[in-house]
């Protein structure tokens, strides 16, 4: 028998899943990985396949993301259908090079009309109209792509999932068209666990498969990114001198996964302005809410803690503060130049927020000329509706354009492992370059809680030294990739500066 692995994603956004799926269906089609099945659930989100368009709404577009679904073209067949919390959707990544796409189809479906026989429903098939219909109402869609003879998309099985989301569409351009669950047919309560199961045994027995047990979804983290436990007394001794100076640093609101080591060697990045943010990004784990009045006191106290721990090389950041005239520019530049002043032989590295993009505030900052000028773009142009909703990628652009033109040097971040794509990660390379960035750093994305934007895959370390030297390739000066790497990370090491210690080889460098 045919080896099968089922990968459970459990619930995850829709085009991190579809990134998912392109990264699998490569890897079969290479023959890395055997025959696989995915399963997931996901947020409300209205897709639109190559036949369908706009006209298969029954809403204009623009009521679509108050009432929080999400609208997407993909590449499959069909026009328009939605998935949603209670919906089981299954994605086979099957090399069908001995069999026709119709037979596979029929098997497919034959599989999840098993499962509802499995409780007493009878499914039907109407010609011309792929899915399955139980007493006249659709209770699965189909919709299948094939690349270089291997499967992707797949079918939708309505578990448990409130149909008056469909009222937002003609489910597959039948307008009128009755949708139905397995609960409101059964009038049973469901555990999506068994549905699951019964899935993939009815798939496995159809097609000959021998299964493998499910591999857990994004939210197992790999070896790599397993790192020792943290030098508590390192953490508890920086945490007594940051209370001291009333101080906060980005390593404790963010998690960072480094702060352990970092705070070992007496390095941090200290986040000036306060400790809430005005934005919610959904990957960043600062807090949220009213921000703090402004404490003008700030630059003198991290000056005191640059001087007390000897640091060669400051990192100074900030939440993002919408809330201020300047974004807090102001208090970047006092900060600036109270390092200087107190420890001249220290240099002074800032990452700092688009302040709305204000060239009063960009001005405000660079003329106090910190030795790195840092402000990361953070993700691909596609995600920034999901991952930085009030931000703008063109606006992060001339951000760093404007802090190269005034003769700084410009630094970026990048993480990966949100549902981006290759083609998508070097084009943000070119963009980034050809902003005047030359120091970068490249990371995996690591969700801060299950409230974030979830894992859509953990990029192996290997693909990160791939990424380094594409971007050596491009021509910046200064590349750190690597799973752990963060933007402040060894910061000093990327302009000839120990910052308080040596690389310990726990991220991959180049240039």
Known sequence: MKDLQTIDLGRLDYDQALSRQHQLVADRIKGHIPDSLILVEHPPVITIGRSGSLEDLRVAKEFLAPKG???????????????????????????????????????????VSDVLEDYHL??????????LWVNDAKIASVGLAVKKKVTYHGIALNVSIDPHWFDLINPCGQKGAKITSMDIETGEAFDMSTVKKLVVDHFSRRLGYNTRVLIPGPDKRPKWLIK??????????????LERLDLATVCQTAHCPNQGECFHQGTATFMILGTRCTRRCRFCAVDKGIPYPVDYREPERVAMAVSEMGLTHAVVTSVTRDDLPDGGAGLFAAT?????????DVSVE??????????????????????????NIETVPRL?????????????????SYASDQGLLVKSGLMLGLGETCDEIKNTLNDLKSSGCQSLTIGQ?????????????????????VWAKTANDIGFKHVSS???VRSSYHAGDMIGKTGGGSNNGSHRKAG
């Open 69 to 111: 679904v999400y609208l997407q073209k993909v590449d499959r067949g069909g026009r328009a259908t939605f998935h949603g919390p209670g919906q089981l959707v299954i994605y086979p990544i099957i090399n069908i090079s001995d069999t026709d796409i119709h037979v596979f189809l029929t098997q497919l479906t034959g599989s």
């Open 122 to 131: 009878v499914p039907e098939l109407k010609k011309g109209q792929p899915g």
């Open 228 to 241: 020792p436990a943290d030098d508590l007394e390192a953490v508890r001794g920086m945490e007594t001198r």
């Open 336 to 344: 600036i130049h109270r390092i200087r002043q107190d420890c001249p």
């Open 350 to 375: 800032v990452l700092v927020p688009d302040f709305q993009g204000q060239t009063s505030s960009l001005e405000t900052v660079c003329a106090a000329r910190p030795d790195v000028f840092n402000h």
């Open 384 to 400: 920034y509706d999901r991952i930085r909703p009030k931000a703008d990628y063109r606006r992060s652009l001339r951000i760093l």
């Open 445 to 465: 994305y690591l969700a801060p809680s299950g409230d974030h934007a979830m894992v859509a895959r953990y990029v192996p370390p290997e693909e990160f030294d």
């Open 482 to 484: 690597g799973p752990l």
